[in-house]
């Protein structure tokens, strides 16, 4: 079994993101690894247990489809949940998030060099480079009619 080493990291919004090391491949730990670890370190007596934040939290990810309007870009005609992530997943440097959608199946292997990742301030929206379409989105803020 490799050896698995963990580590936290602040982000740039201030959360916390922990991730896991194993030999030499990164990647963050998914909500199942954290609660088993902070049971472990609670059944231990508390050493090494990590406080409750939004790596816990969960939130959508979105496939969207959209329409060409114009000169003004892409409209949003409709969205659906196709799974979820950690909401810490938003603080990652957005070629770490298109990582994350390719490893988790949402993009192929080839789209790291054709997608990148745009902050609506509601939304981590994955878009065609070449088009701007938005292909996905990691809904981490409720939008408002404000």
């Known amino acids: 079994m490799a050896k698995v080493s963990c580590y936290t990291q ?8 922990r991730r896991l090391r194993d030999d030499a491949f990164l990647r963050l730990a998914t909500p199942d690894e954290i609660a088993a670890s902070d049971e472990a370190a609670t059944r231990d007596g508390g050493v090494g247990a990590f406080e409750a934040d ?11 489809d959209a329409w060409a309007d114009g000169d003004d870009g892409w409209t949003w005609n409709n969205w659906h949940k196709v799974g979820t992530c950690p ?19 949402y993009l ?16 981590m929206v ?7 379409e938005p292909l996905f989105a990691l809904e981490y803020g409720p939008a408002s009619d404000a």
């Open 10 to 17: 602040r982000t740039t919004r201030g959360h916390e993101l």
């Open 54 to 64: 939004d790596e816990t939290k969960s939130i959508n990810v979105l496939s969207i």
């Open 87 to 105: 909401l810490a997943t938003c603080d990652l440097p957005g070629d770490e998030i298109v990582a994350f959608m390719i490893a988790e199946g």
């Open 108 to 123: 192929h292997d080839g789209a790291a060099a054709r997608v990148e990742v745009d902050d609506d301030q509601c939304n």
């Open 126 to 132: 994955i878009v065609d480079k070449a088009t701007r």
